[in-house]
């Protein structure tokens, strides 16, 4: 029963996301109808645009699974579809736009089902340069690394810190992504300031809101000389259900800046921390009294090289400390890795994680099942194809 009951989720879930790009498809040609007097360029950039990307791995773990019990977490190496996407972006009209992004990954370690997900899926008003209004499940806007897609970024894996942290927000979180409003906008004119603040559910994807009270997310960044951006992250909430007695409440915060040179160096770096009020980070459950402080800073730097642009160089390291209130707790990462363009975004990459973690066995990491001291270093081959 169980397994026929996950079936019919999966068919349900994919029949509804065709039912949405033909829908957008269909509003797509009827808007660009309407608009077709104006000319066959204007009728096209009504015209939904279909993208996505599909991203294999080869992945190697050095930590220590000897104290793994199950089957799946005591593999040290496989193979994996880690993510596939298709992207449907369009416009009603030339103020009104829609996006619809529907998760295909692979299966995944800690479930070992593959996922058939809603990711993105919102209506777009511009009102002017000022001010956009999104309304639907989005990226709340926290962090510069959390922000960007897996395309856009050049290390195979979010640093520790953000992933943790930022990805996790509203105590259950989901891949930086929730259900609420946004409004954003910039004045490109003004040291290149922008804006997005977001009003949330806080439970995370694909989950209404279980408590009834809203978060609030921010993110503002500017530009003070050619080349360089800097940006500030807020968020405040709450995180417990509806029947709880214990008021969870969490506030986290982000600095960032990145500097772009026009001889193919870039430099970035990230600190971000919170504070779980009335939470413990060993459970992962409401408790009173308790309260979870993680922090963590990272500094990358990538290298194209002008006379060879298919290649480029990066290096990162990173300091995650998962609770300040406990003891060697802290998990450090040197991160080296090459990567090789096929064409535009679509490449091969290789990164080699070199892991010291401390011996608190609340201590984890991506991309393995060991924790604490047993952490260990990782390799990780990812291709990745955009369309």
Wanted: charged share 25%.
């Amino acid at each position: 029963m169980d397994r026929r009951f996950r079936l019919s989720v999966v068919v349900s879930q994919s029949v509804i996301f065709m039912l949405l790009i033909m829908f957008g498809y269909i509003t797509g040609i009827a808007s660009a109808e309407e608009t077709g007097k104006a000319g066959d360029a204007g009728a096209s950039a009504l015209k939904p645009r279909v993208e996505g990307y599909v991203e294999g791995w080869y992945r190697t773990d050095n930590s220590d699974l000897s104290n793994q019990t199950t089957e799946s977490k005591k593999v040290d190496n496989e193979f994996r579809v880690r993510r596939a996407r298709i992207d449907v972006k369009g416009d009603l009209t030339d103020k009104a736009g829609y996006r619809v992004t529907g998760n295909f990954d692979g299966p995944s370690p800690a479930s070992g089902a593959a996922g058939v997900k809603l990711w993105d899926g919102y209506l777009t008003y511009k009102i002017n340069p000022l001010a956009n209004i999104t309304v639907g499940q989005f990226k709340y806007p926290f962090t510069l690394e959390g922000l960007e897609g897996t395309p856009d970024r050049v290390p195979v894996l979010r640093a520790e810190s953000i992933n943790d942290i930022a990805a996790k927000l509203g105590t259950k979180g989901g891949s930086f992504r929730d259900i609420g409003v946004r409004l954003d906008g910039g004045i490109k004119d003004l040291k290149g300031l922008t804006y997005g603040i977001a009003f949330i559910n806080g439970a995370g994807i694909n989950s209404g809101d279980n408590n009834g009270k809203k978060d609030l997310a921010g993110r503002v960044t500017a530009s003070p000389l050619k080349g360089l951006r800097l940006g500030f992250s807020g968020y405040a909430g709450r995180g417990e259900g509806a029947l709880s007695t214990i008021p969870v409440k969490e506030t986290a915060y982000g600095l960032d800046g990145e500097y772009v040179s026009i001889y193919g160096l870039r430099v970035r770096g990230e600190y971000v921390t919170a504070r779980w009020k009335n939470w413990d980070v060993a459970t992962g459950n409401a408790s009173a009294g308790k309260t979870q402080k993680p922090a963590g800073w990272y500094l990358q730097a990538t290298y194209k090289p002008r006379s060879l642009q298919v290649m480029e160089f990066m290096a990162r390291y990173e300091d995650y400390e998962k609770d300040s209130d406990t003891g060697d707790s802290h998990l450090k990462t040197t991160t080296l890795g090459m990567t090789y363009y096929l064409k535009g975004k679509s490449r091969i990459t290789a990164n080699y994680l070199i892991r010291d973690a401390g011996a608190s066995s609340i201590v984890t990491a991506q991309e393995t099942d060991a924790t604490g001291s047993r952490i260990g270093n990782l390799v990780v081959v990812q291709a990745i194809t955009v369309f």
